[in-house]
Structures are given as C-alpha cells and as structure tokens.
C-alpha cells in the first residue's frame, strides 16, 4: 500500500486513550496525529488531493496495541535468534492491530541467549510493521520452584556480570525484565537496571510478601503475568500475588486468555488496581496464528487445546495463543468498558514502559492506530503513519 504523507480516518467511534467519541475523525500527518474533531468539523473542512480520506462507517478507531509481552507469531519467534524472524512477526502482528512490540526473550545458555539479542537489535529500524521498541528479558534471574514452560538449566542465580554482558549486546536496548524479588543480590541487579533504565518486573518467583516489599523499596514495580508462575496468596503470607493487589502502585500484566486468569478475576483487578495500572499482554508463542506445519516452540512440539498451548511431551502448559484484539474482546466481554479494555492494550503498555509518544490519540502522538468493528475485527491498521491494512472501500 502507497505510503500516505497525510491521512483522515472519519465516521468513526474514536477511543483517544482518555476517552471515547462518537463520530469523529482522526488527521495524520506526517507520521504524527495532527487533529482529532468532530463530524461537524469534518464536514466543514476540505483536503487536498495528497490526502486519502478513509469512512470507516462507524466503526471504533483506537490507538494501536502495544504488546510487551510476546515470544512470536505466525510461526516466526524470537526464539529463532533471526532478525528475519521477528521482522515476519512485525509484519504479522501489524495485521492483528499491533503497531508495537517488545520481543521477548527466554534464558537459553548464555552465548546463545547474547546472540538472541544482538539479532533482536539488529531488527530494530527495519520493521515494515510493528515498530520493535525493545528488548523484554524474561529470565535468566527467576526461582527455579516458579518456572513455568522454561528449563531450568537455563536458570541462574543473579550475575552482575552476565547482566553487564547482556545490556551491551543490547547496545542499550533492554526495556522491561522479569525477575524474582526473593533471589540473593537482587537489589544490587535492580540498582543496576533502575539506573539504566530498564523496567523491572516480578515474574516467575516463589517470593514471600516480605520480598516483594523489599523489591518495590528497590523499584520493582511492574508484575509479570499476574497470577502465573508466582507464589499464591495465602492468609498467613499474602506472597507475591497478595503483594500486587495490596499495592496500589504496582502495575500487572494480564493474559485475558480466560484461561491463564479465570474471567471473575478480571473483576477482582477492577476493584484492586487504578484504570491505569492494569496491561494486557499475549505472552504468544510462535505457532500463534500458524496456520500450516508443525506447532514448534522452543524446540517442542506443542498441542493446542483450551486455547493454549500445551507441550506434547509432558502436558505442561507452556504458553498463551492469544490475540491483542481477542484480549481487548474477552476484557469487554467480563465487564470493561471499552475504554478501559482499550487502554490495557495502549495507552497503558507505554506510560508503563516509557513510551511518550505511543499508546493515544492526541494531536503530536505517534500515528499508530487500529479500527476494528463492534465485533472486534480488524479492519485498518497504521503504524508510523503508514497504513498497513485497509478493508475500507477505497
């Protein structure tokens, strides 16, 4: 499709980010929102013949997803340590409405886990699809009791040297990772990190209540897939789950799967945690959306039941087949209102990470947008201003 320097979405139900209006349109200039009016401001301007006006016949504009937790699609991951790979997956992902990303990497042994990462970087600038904002860690400084699909012989203590060895193959570009509050020399690995930048995130940890306060006091403030792979909250010692939802500040990730999160938890958030707080993720795999050949991940043959995936070898769930769209649709479906289920997927991911130009719709903010039906279809997706897909008459 023509890369367009100027672009009208109109006709349509906007959802900014910070609020929902009906019957709006949306300007794009340049790479950049430069308006978002009224119908009756629509009517009354004109554009030039360098403007492609779309009518999205009244359909739901919001901003794109942005996904900050994701392993692959389409049969292409991370895990492939190509930057051919996760440049598929930005084209695929920006078909489902994604027009942001952090490819996120599993602990392999450590000069296997440095080339994964050197071949991510070398992704970034090239997307023709999603933009790669940056690297996600998950791992290698987790519990060995909380592993989840991941093998423990990948697992380590902490290491400030590794870490070292792992921000410069980043060449700076590590933006979240996960790790457990309760390991020896975590605040030293989370000083670390607060000073370069990367946002630090309690995932697969058997940490009692006590580490988690201690890894907040040490800026551990964003939660890996709440409720997976963390120690439960019991009465005695709420754990790492207590420890989220008594904590206003902290943020979570959730996997609207309705499987890895029963659907009435969805609820329980709402209550325990501010509109802002709350981050949708697909914690895909790479046969997510495959359509053909075998279901591979990580080297496994995976079994697709229940709308995850199991591994065929041991029946262990290893990873979600979720959709950004169909987690905003599940969202709804439990109770959000449509502008906070979007803002789980946008606007939320990027005041999480950092991102200030992402996640609204607001005049000076990134052109990434998404317009799906009351029945959550895609139907146009622009990323950087570029539109990427069109199912809109012309």
Known sequence: MPNMSSLCLHNGTVVTGFSVMDRCAVLIENGKIADVFSRNRFN??????????????????????????????????????????????????A?????????????????????????TVSAMGREEGAQIMGIHLEGPFISPARLGAMKAEYVMPVDLVFMEQLWEAAEGKIVNM?????????????????????VLQAGHTDAKYENMVEGMQAGILHCTHLFNAMSRMEHRNPNAVGAVLIHPEVSCEIIADGFHIHPHLYKLLQRNKAADR?????????????DQGPLLAYGDEMVFKDGVFYRKA????????????????NLVNSGFSLEDAVRTASFNPAQVMGYRTKGGLLPGMDADLVVFSKNFRILSVVARGELKKNLFAA
């Open 178 to 198: 996960t790790v457990a509050p309760e390991l020896k020399g975590m605040r030293e690995l989370a000083l670390f990190c607060v000073k370069k930048g990367i």
């Open 278 to 290: 709350i981050v949708l993720v697909t914690d895909a795999l790479k046969p997510t959306e495959q």
């Open 314 to 329: 041991d029946d262990i769930i290893t990873g979600s087949a979720l959709t950004m769209i169909r987690g905003v649709m």
């Open 44 to 93: 009354q301007r004109s554009f030039d013949s360098h403007t492609q006006v779309i009518d999205v016949e009244g359909s739901i504009i919001a901003p794109g997803f942005i996904d900050t937790h994701i392993h692959g699609f389409g049969g292409y991951g991370v895990e492939d340590s190509s930057a051919e790979s996760i440049l598929t997956m930005s084209r695929l992902l």
């Open 95 to 119: 078909d489902h409405g994604v027009t942001a990303f952090n490819p996120t990497i599993y602990p392999s042994e450590p000069p296997e886990m440095i080339h994964c990462v050197k071949e």
